[in-house]
């Protein structure tokens, strides 16, 4: 799938421009547990976990793969619907 394919590449050195249409990464803190698959996952080192995770928000993409890869469904993209 199109996300396995993103994951084997190395995103970590390119600039993505963040959309528009979209928010950082939100985490329900409830759910996390800290395993840091987001973290290692995230291209441009967005995420920080120390007992749970933590988006730097001017640092989020919003590219979705930590989305994708988190075990718990603890993550999520909220839109903003453009005016």
Known sequence: MFIEKIL??????????????CMPVKIDLDICDGCGECETV????????????QVIEEACTKCGICIEKCPLSALLLDSVVAV
Request: proline share 15%; with cysteine; charged share 20%.
């Open 42 to 53: 995230c291209p441009v080192l967005a995420i920080v976990v120390k007992t749970k995770a």
């Open 8 to 21: 084997a590449l190395d995103y970590r050195v390119m600039a993505f421009p963040p959309p528009e249409c």
